[in-house]
């Protein structure tokens, strides 16, 4: 059985049609759809319940207590799914609409390829055009400063191999790590490389799954076969303050924790994040109200990040 975990954070709607995508291409195939929705201030809105209803057995709804981000609200849903006794998991943020096929398609990779234990898709974006999905290395050091800053200008050559732009996007290949919006892990992998990390909120998941399947023998491969629509930032396009503000810790959590970043490259970054909040937000008002909590809550994480480098 295939156990699919969809995180959920106010955005009903976006759920409804990322379930309505699966009931539609996967008729063939025997599912769980496991919900899981972090703590979401409105109630289960109607359309829900009318799946729950319809698919019985094949929906099960999780709601956290509270919201710890991405990899604790996925943790949740894997969880019950392999107590459930799932053998292929796939994880999807709820802004995914799966195409036909799209889940056969990477459940096939994962039985064909044993070595394999996380196969990502082809992602597309509203306009239609691929979006970046794949990494060819590890985010090191030197690729935060490289490709994640605006040294990235002057390294382009390093910027496309990192994201695989000089690959053929129709052809299947093997990766350093695939978009954490969409992805199928196989039950063997899952119970080596889960629960997946919860110190940071949102963003650089991939990354340290990445350095997890490294790190147990796992291979992780793109299948452009696969195809899903990725409705990008349905939540957090909202809110730049807060997305900035989960960029930033983030960073330095991943930067300390499995870099070992030396201090002063942390305070690099830090400080280069906080100028550059403070030019983003002077065309957006959004985070110039967000500006003091943005402030007081990256400089405690920065600060976590120091005391565990020295600590």
């Not at 609409?97 to 234990?117: D, H, N, T």
């Not at 055009?129 to 990494?135: F, I």
């Not at 196989?186 to 110190?199: K, L, M, N």
Request: overall charge positive.
């Amino acid at each position: 059985m295939i156990g699919i975990v969809i995180l959920n954070y106010e955005t009903w709607q976006e759920s409804v049609r990322c379930i309505q995508s699966i009931c539609d291409s996967c008729k063939k195939l025997l599912f769980r759809i496991y919900l899981v929705d972090n703590a979401s201030k409105s109630d289960i809105p109607d359309e829900i319940k009318r799946y729950s209803e319809k698919l019985g057995d094949q929906f099960v709804f999780i709601r956290s207590e509270s919201n710890n981000g991405y990899a604790a609200g996925n943790n949740l849903g894997i969880k019950r799914a392999l107590e459930d006794n799932c053998h292929i998991f796939i994880i999807a943020n709820n802004d995914i609409v799966f195409g036909e096929g799209s889940i056969e398609k990477m459940a096939v990779c994962l039985q064909e390829y044993p070595e394999v234990g996380i196969v990502g898709p082809k992602v597309m974006n509203d306009k239609n055009e691929v979006q970046n999905s794949r990494c060819s290395m590890k985010t090191g050091g030197r690729e935060i400063f490289q490709i994640y800053t605006a040294a990235k200008l002057l390294c382009r050559k390093k910027w496309k191999e990192y994201f695989c732009l000089n690959q053929d996007v129709d052809t299947p290949s093997y990766v350093y790590h695939v978009s954490g919006c969409c992805f199928a892990m196989s039950e063997r992998c899952a119970r080596v490389i889960t629960p997946f990390d919860e110190g940071t909120l949102l963003y650089n998941e991939e990354f340290m799954i990445g350095i997890r399947m490294e790190k147990s023998g796992f291979l992780t491969r793109y299948e452009p076969e696969s195809v899903v629509l990725h409705h990008h930032e349905a939540t957090t396009g909202k809110r730049p303050g807060f997305k900035y503000q989960c960029i930033c810790q983030s960073e330095q959590y991943y930067g300390s924790k499995y870099l070992k970043l030396q201090r002063w490259q942390l305070w690099l970054l830090y400080h280069y994040r906080k100028v550059l909040y403070e030019l983003r937000s002077i065309g957006n008002k959004n985070m110039r109200n967000y500006k003091k909590t943005f402030l007081k809550e990256t400089r405690k994480t920065y600060l976590e990040a120091i005391q565990r480098r020295t600590g």
